[in-house]
Each structure stands twice: as C-alpha cells, then as structure tokens.
C-alpha cells in the first residue's frame, strides 16, 4: 500500500477514535444517577485569587451511591468550595459541617432522565456528525493523492467501512449511557 495513503488511512482512524474518545468524557458530565466524582469535575474554585479546579485543593469521595464529600486540604476554603460548586450550576446543594462539605445527590425524576438522555442522544449525534467530517476530510485528502482508480475506490470503501465502524461504536456507548440514565 502506498505510504501516503496508509497516512491518510492512520489519520482518519486516529480523528475517528479522538471523537469517540470525546463522546465518552462528555458522558462522564451526564449525571445517571449515582453519585460519582466526577460529577464535580468541572468545579472551578476561588484558591488565592485564582481559579482552581476543585480535585486540586481537597479530595472528593463517594461514600455512597447519593452522597459526594469533599475534603479540603485546607478548612479556610470551605466556603470557598460551597460557592464554587453553586456557581458551576450542577442543581446541587452543598453543606458544611466545618470539616468538609457534603452533598446529597437526589434521585432523578422521570422528567430530568428524559432531559439527561435527549442531552446524551444529542452529544452523540455531535460525535458522529465529527466521524462523518473525519470521513469527508479523508476523502479530500485522497483527491490530493496520485493514485489508480480502482486504488483510489478501494481506499474510499476502506474509509466508508472505518466510517461505519465507528458510528457503530458511538451507537453502542450511547445504548450504555442511555440504559445508565434511564434505570431507576
């Protein structure tokens, strides 16, 4: 095979695999219902003037499936901490017993599941809308080539099946994410 179009090829994959990648640390943010810390993750807090991601400057643990703690390394930020998960708009309710800050994670209602697997449906739908420009990208690339026809048609089946591959895969991890949500 020729080592432009094996590039090409390798390129494509790794942008396809980049996208599912993506997909995956995008449902990381999408609450199921247990508690998890990584449903912090995105808290920004207020640590000497600047802002501080919150698994920086205190430990989060999950003592059990509704509970999330978070353990500051220092006791003068807890407020600090209180304000940072508020500000992140997570639907949380922080409270303080001076050592740490605890938060209840409630039980999702029918409702909200629904919201949480439209948000999934469409985070997936933006990934293989990314694998369908990976696809198209390639394809461009492919033109620039010297090639024969019949290489060139093998190639653009070869892309269309790496393709298909991976919008099966997207398929299944959102099967996974939407079963998580929607179970009570």
């Known amino acids: 095979m020729n080592e432009e179009l094996e590039f090409v090829l390798e390129g494509a994959q ?3 695999e980049k996208s599912v990648e993506h997909l995956r640390k995008q449902f990381q ?11 912090l993750a995105s808290v920004m807090v207020e640590y000497y003037g600047a802002q501080t991601p919150l698994n920086q400057v205190s430990n989060v643990n999950t003592p059990d499936a509704r509970t ?3 353990q500051p390394f ?4 807890i407020q600090d901490i209180e304000k940072g998960i508020m500000n992140a708009n997570l639907g949380f309710n922080p409270m303080n017993n001076g050592e740490s800050v605890i938060i209840n994670v409630p039980p999702l209602t029918e ?20 694998i369908r ?38 398929d299944e991890v959102y099967a996974v994410k939407d079963q998580e949500i929607m179970t009570v």
């Open 14 to 16: 790794e942008a396809m």
């Open 29 to 39: 943010n999408i609450r199921a219902g247990k508690a998890s810390p990584v449903m």
């Open 68 to 70: 999330i703690t978070v």
């Open 74 to 77: 220092e006791k003068s930020i």
């Open 111 to 130: 409702e909200r599941r629904k919201q949480l697997s439209k948000q999934a449906k469409s985070e997936a739908e933006d990934a293989k809308v990314s």
């Open 133 to 170: 420009n990976d696809r198209r990208s390639a394809l461009h690339d492919l033109k620039d080539l010297e090639l024969s026809e019949d290489e060139k048609k093998d190639a653009e089946v070869e892309i269309q099946d790496l393709t298909n591959k991976f919008i099966k895969i997207i």
